[in-house]
T-cell receptor
Framework: DTGVSQDPRHKITKRGQNVTFRCDPISEHNRLYWYRQTLGQGPEFLTYFQNEAQLEKSRLLSDRFSAERPKGSFSTLEIQRTEQGDSAMYLC??????????FGPGTRLTVT | AQSVTQLGSHVSVSEGALVLLRCNYSSSVPPYLFWYVQYPNQGLQLLLKYTSAATLVKGINGFEAEFKKSETSFHLTKPSAHMSDAAEYFCAVSDRKTSYDKVIFGPGTSLSVIP
C-alpha cells in the first residue's frame, strides 16, 4: 500500500493556460474523488468516479473543468483557460467503501 | 441540503489539557459523520467515523467523538493534548439516503498545543 499519489505537487501557471493534474489511487480502490480546498476552508467535493464511470459532478465544476478515469485506474483533472479564482489545492482521494477515503497530498495550483 | 458547522476556527490548549472540537451538522436524517485531521503539507487522514453503530466512537491517537442526535452534534474530544496533535481538524458528513459518496466538509478548526 503506497498510498494515493498526485502529480505535480505544485503548479504555477498563467491565466488562460490549460493545466492537467494526475491522481494515482491506492491499488484496487474502485472509488476515486476530487476535491478543491482553498485557504482556510474545508475540501469541497468536485466529482466522484466508481471504476471508470463518473457518477457525480458538483455544480462547482464549470465547463472549463473535466475529469477522466480511463480503465478505472488513475484519474486526470484538467482545467482549461485557467482563472485566478482557480488557485487552490486540488485533492484526490480513493476508497473501497463510502466509510473511509484515503487522501493524497494534493496539487497546489497558483494562477498568476 | 446538508451542512457542517465547526465552532471556533482556531482552538488553543495547553499540553495535557482536554481537547474539545465542536461540530454540528444539518441533515434531515442522521447521516454518516467523520472527523479528519490534516497535518501541514500532508493529505487528510481519517480519525474516526460514525455509521450508526455505537454513538460513542473511538478513533486513532486517543481521540473519540459522541453522536448526539438531539443536539445534531458530533464533537471531538481527547482527554490529554499532546504537542503532536497540533493540526487542522475537519468534521464531515455524508448523506446515507443517497448511493453517492459525496462528503461535505466543515470549514475546519486549527488546533494549537501550548507547551
Amino acid at each position: 500500500d503506497t498510498g494515493v499519489s498526485q502529480d505535480p505537487r505544485h503548479k504555477i501557471t498563467k491565466r488562460g493556460q490549460n493545466v492537467t493534474f494526475r491522481c494515482d489511487p491506492i491499488s484496487e480502490h474502485n472509488r476515486l474523488y476530487w476535491y478543491r480546498q482553498t485557504l482556510g476552508q474545508g475540501p469541497e467535493f468536485l466529482t466522484y468516479f466508481q471504476n471508470e464511470a463518473q457518477l457525480e459532478k458538483s455544480r462547482l465544476l464549470s465547463d472549463r473543468f473535466s475529469a477522466e478515469r480511463p480503465k478505472g485506474s488513475f484519474s486526470t483533472l484538467e482545467i482549461q483557460r485557467t482563472e485566478q479564482g482557480d488557485s487552490a489545492m486540488y485533492l484526490c482521494a480513493s476508497s473501497t467503501s463510502r466509510y473511509e477515503q484515503y487522501f493524497g497530498p494534493g496539487t497546489r495550483l497558483t494562477v498568476t | 441540503a446538508q451542512s457542517v458547522t465547526q465552532l471556533g476556527s482556531h482552538v488553543s490548549v495547553s499540553e495535557g489539557a482536554l481537547v474539545l472540537l465542536r461540530c454540528n451538522y444539518s441533515s434531515s436524517v442522521p447521516p454518516y459523520l467523520f472527523w479528519y485531521v490534516q497535518y501541514p503539507n500532508q493529505g487528510l487522514q481519517l480519525l474516526l467515523k460514525y455509521t450508526s453503530a455505537a454513538t460513542l466512537v473511538k478513533g486513532i491517537n486517543g481521540f473519540e467523538a459522541e453522536f448526539k442526535k438531539s443536539e445534531t452534534s458530533f464533537h471531538l474530544t481527547k482527554p490529554s493534548a499532546h504537542m503532536s496533535d497540533a493540526a487542522e481538524y475537519f468534521c464531515a458528513v455524508s448523506d446515507r439516503k443517497t448511493s453517492y459518496d459525496k462528503v461535505i466538509f466543515g470549514p475546519g478548526t486549527s488546533l494549537s498545543v501550548i507547551p
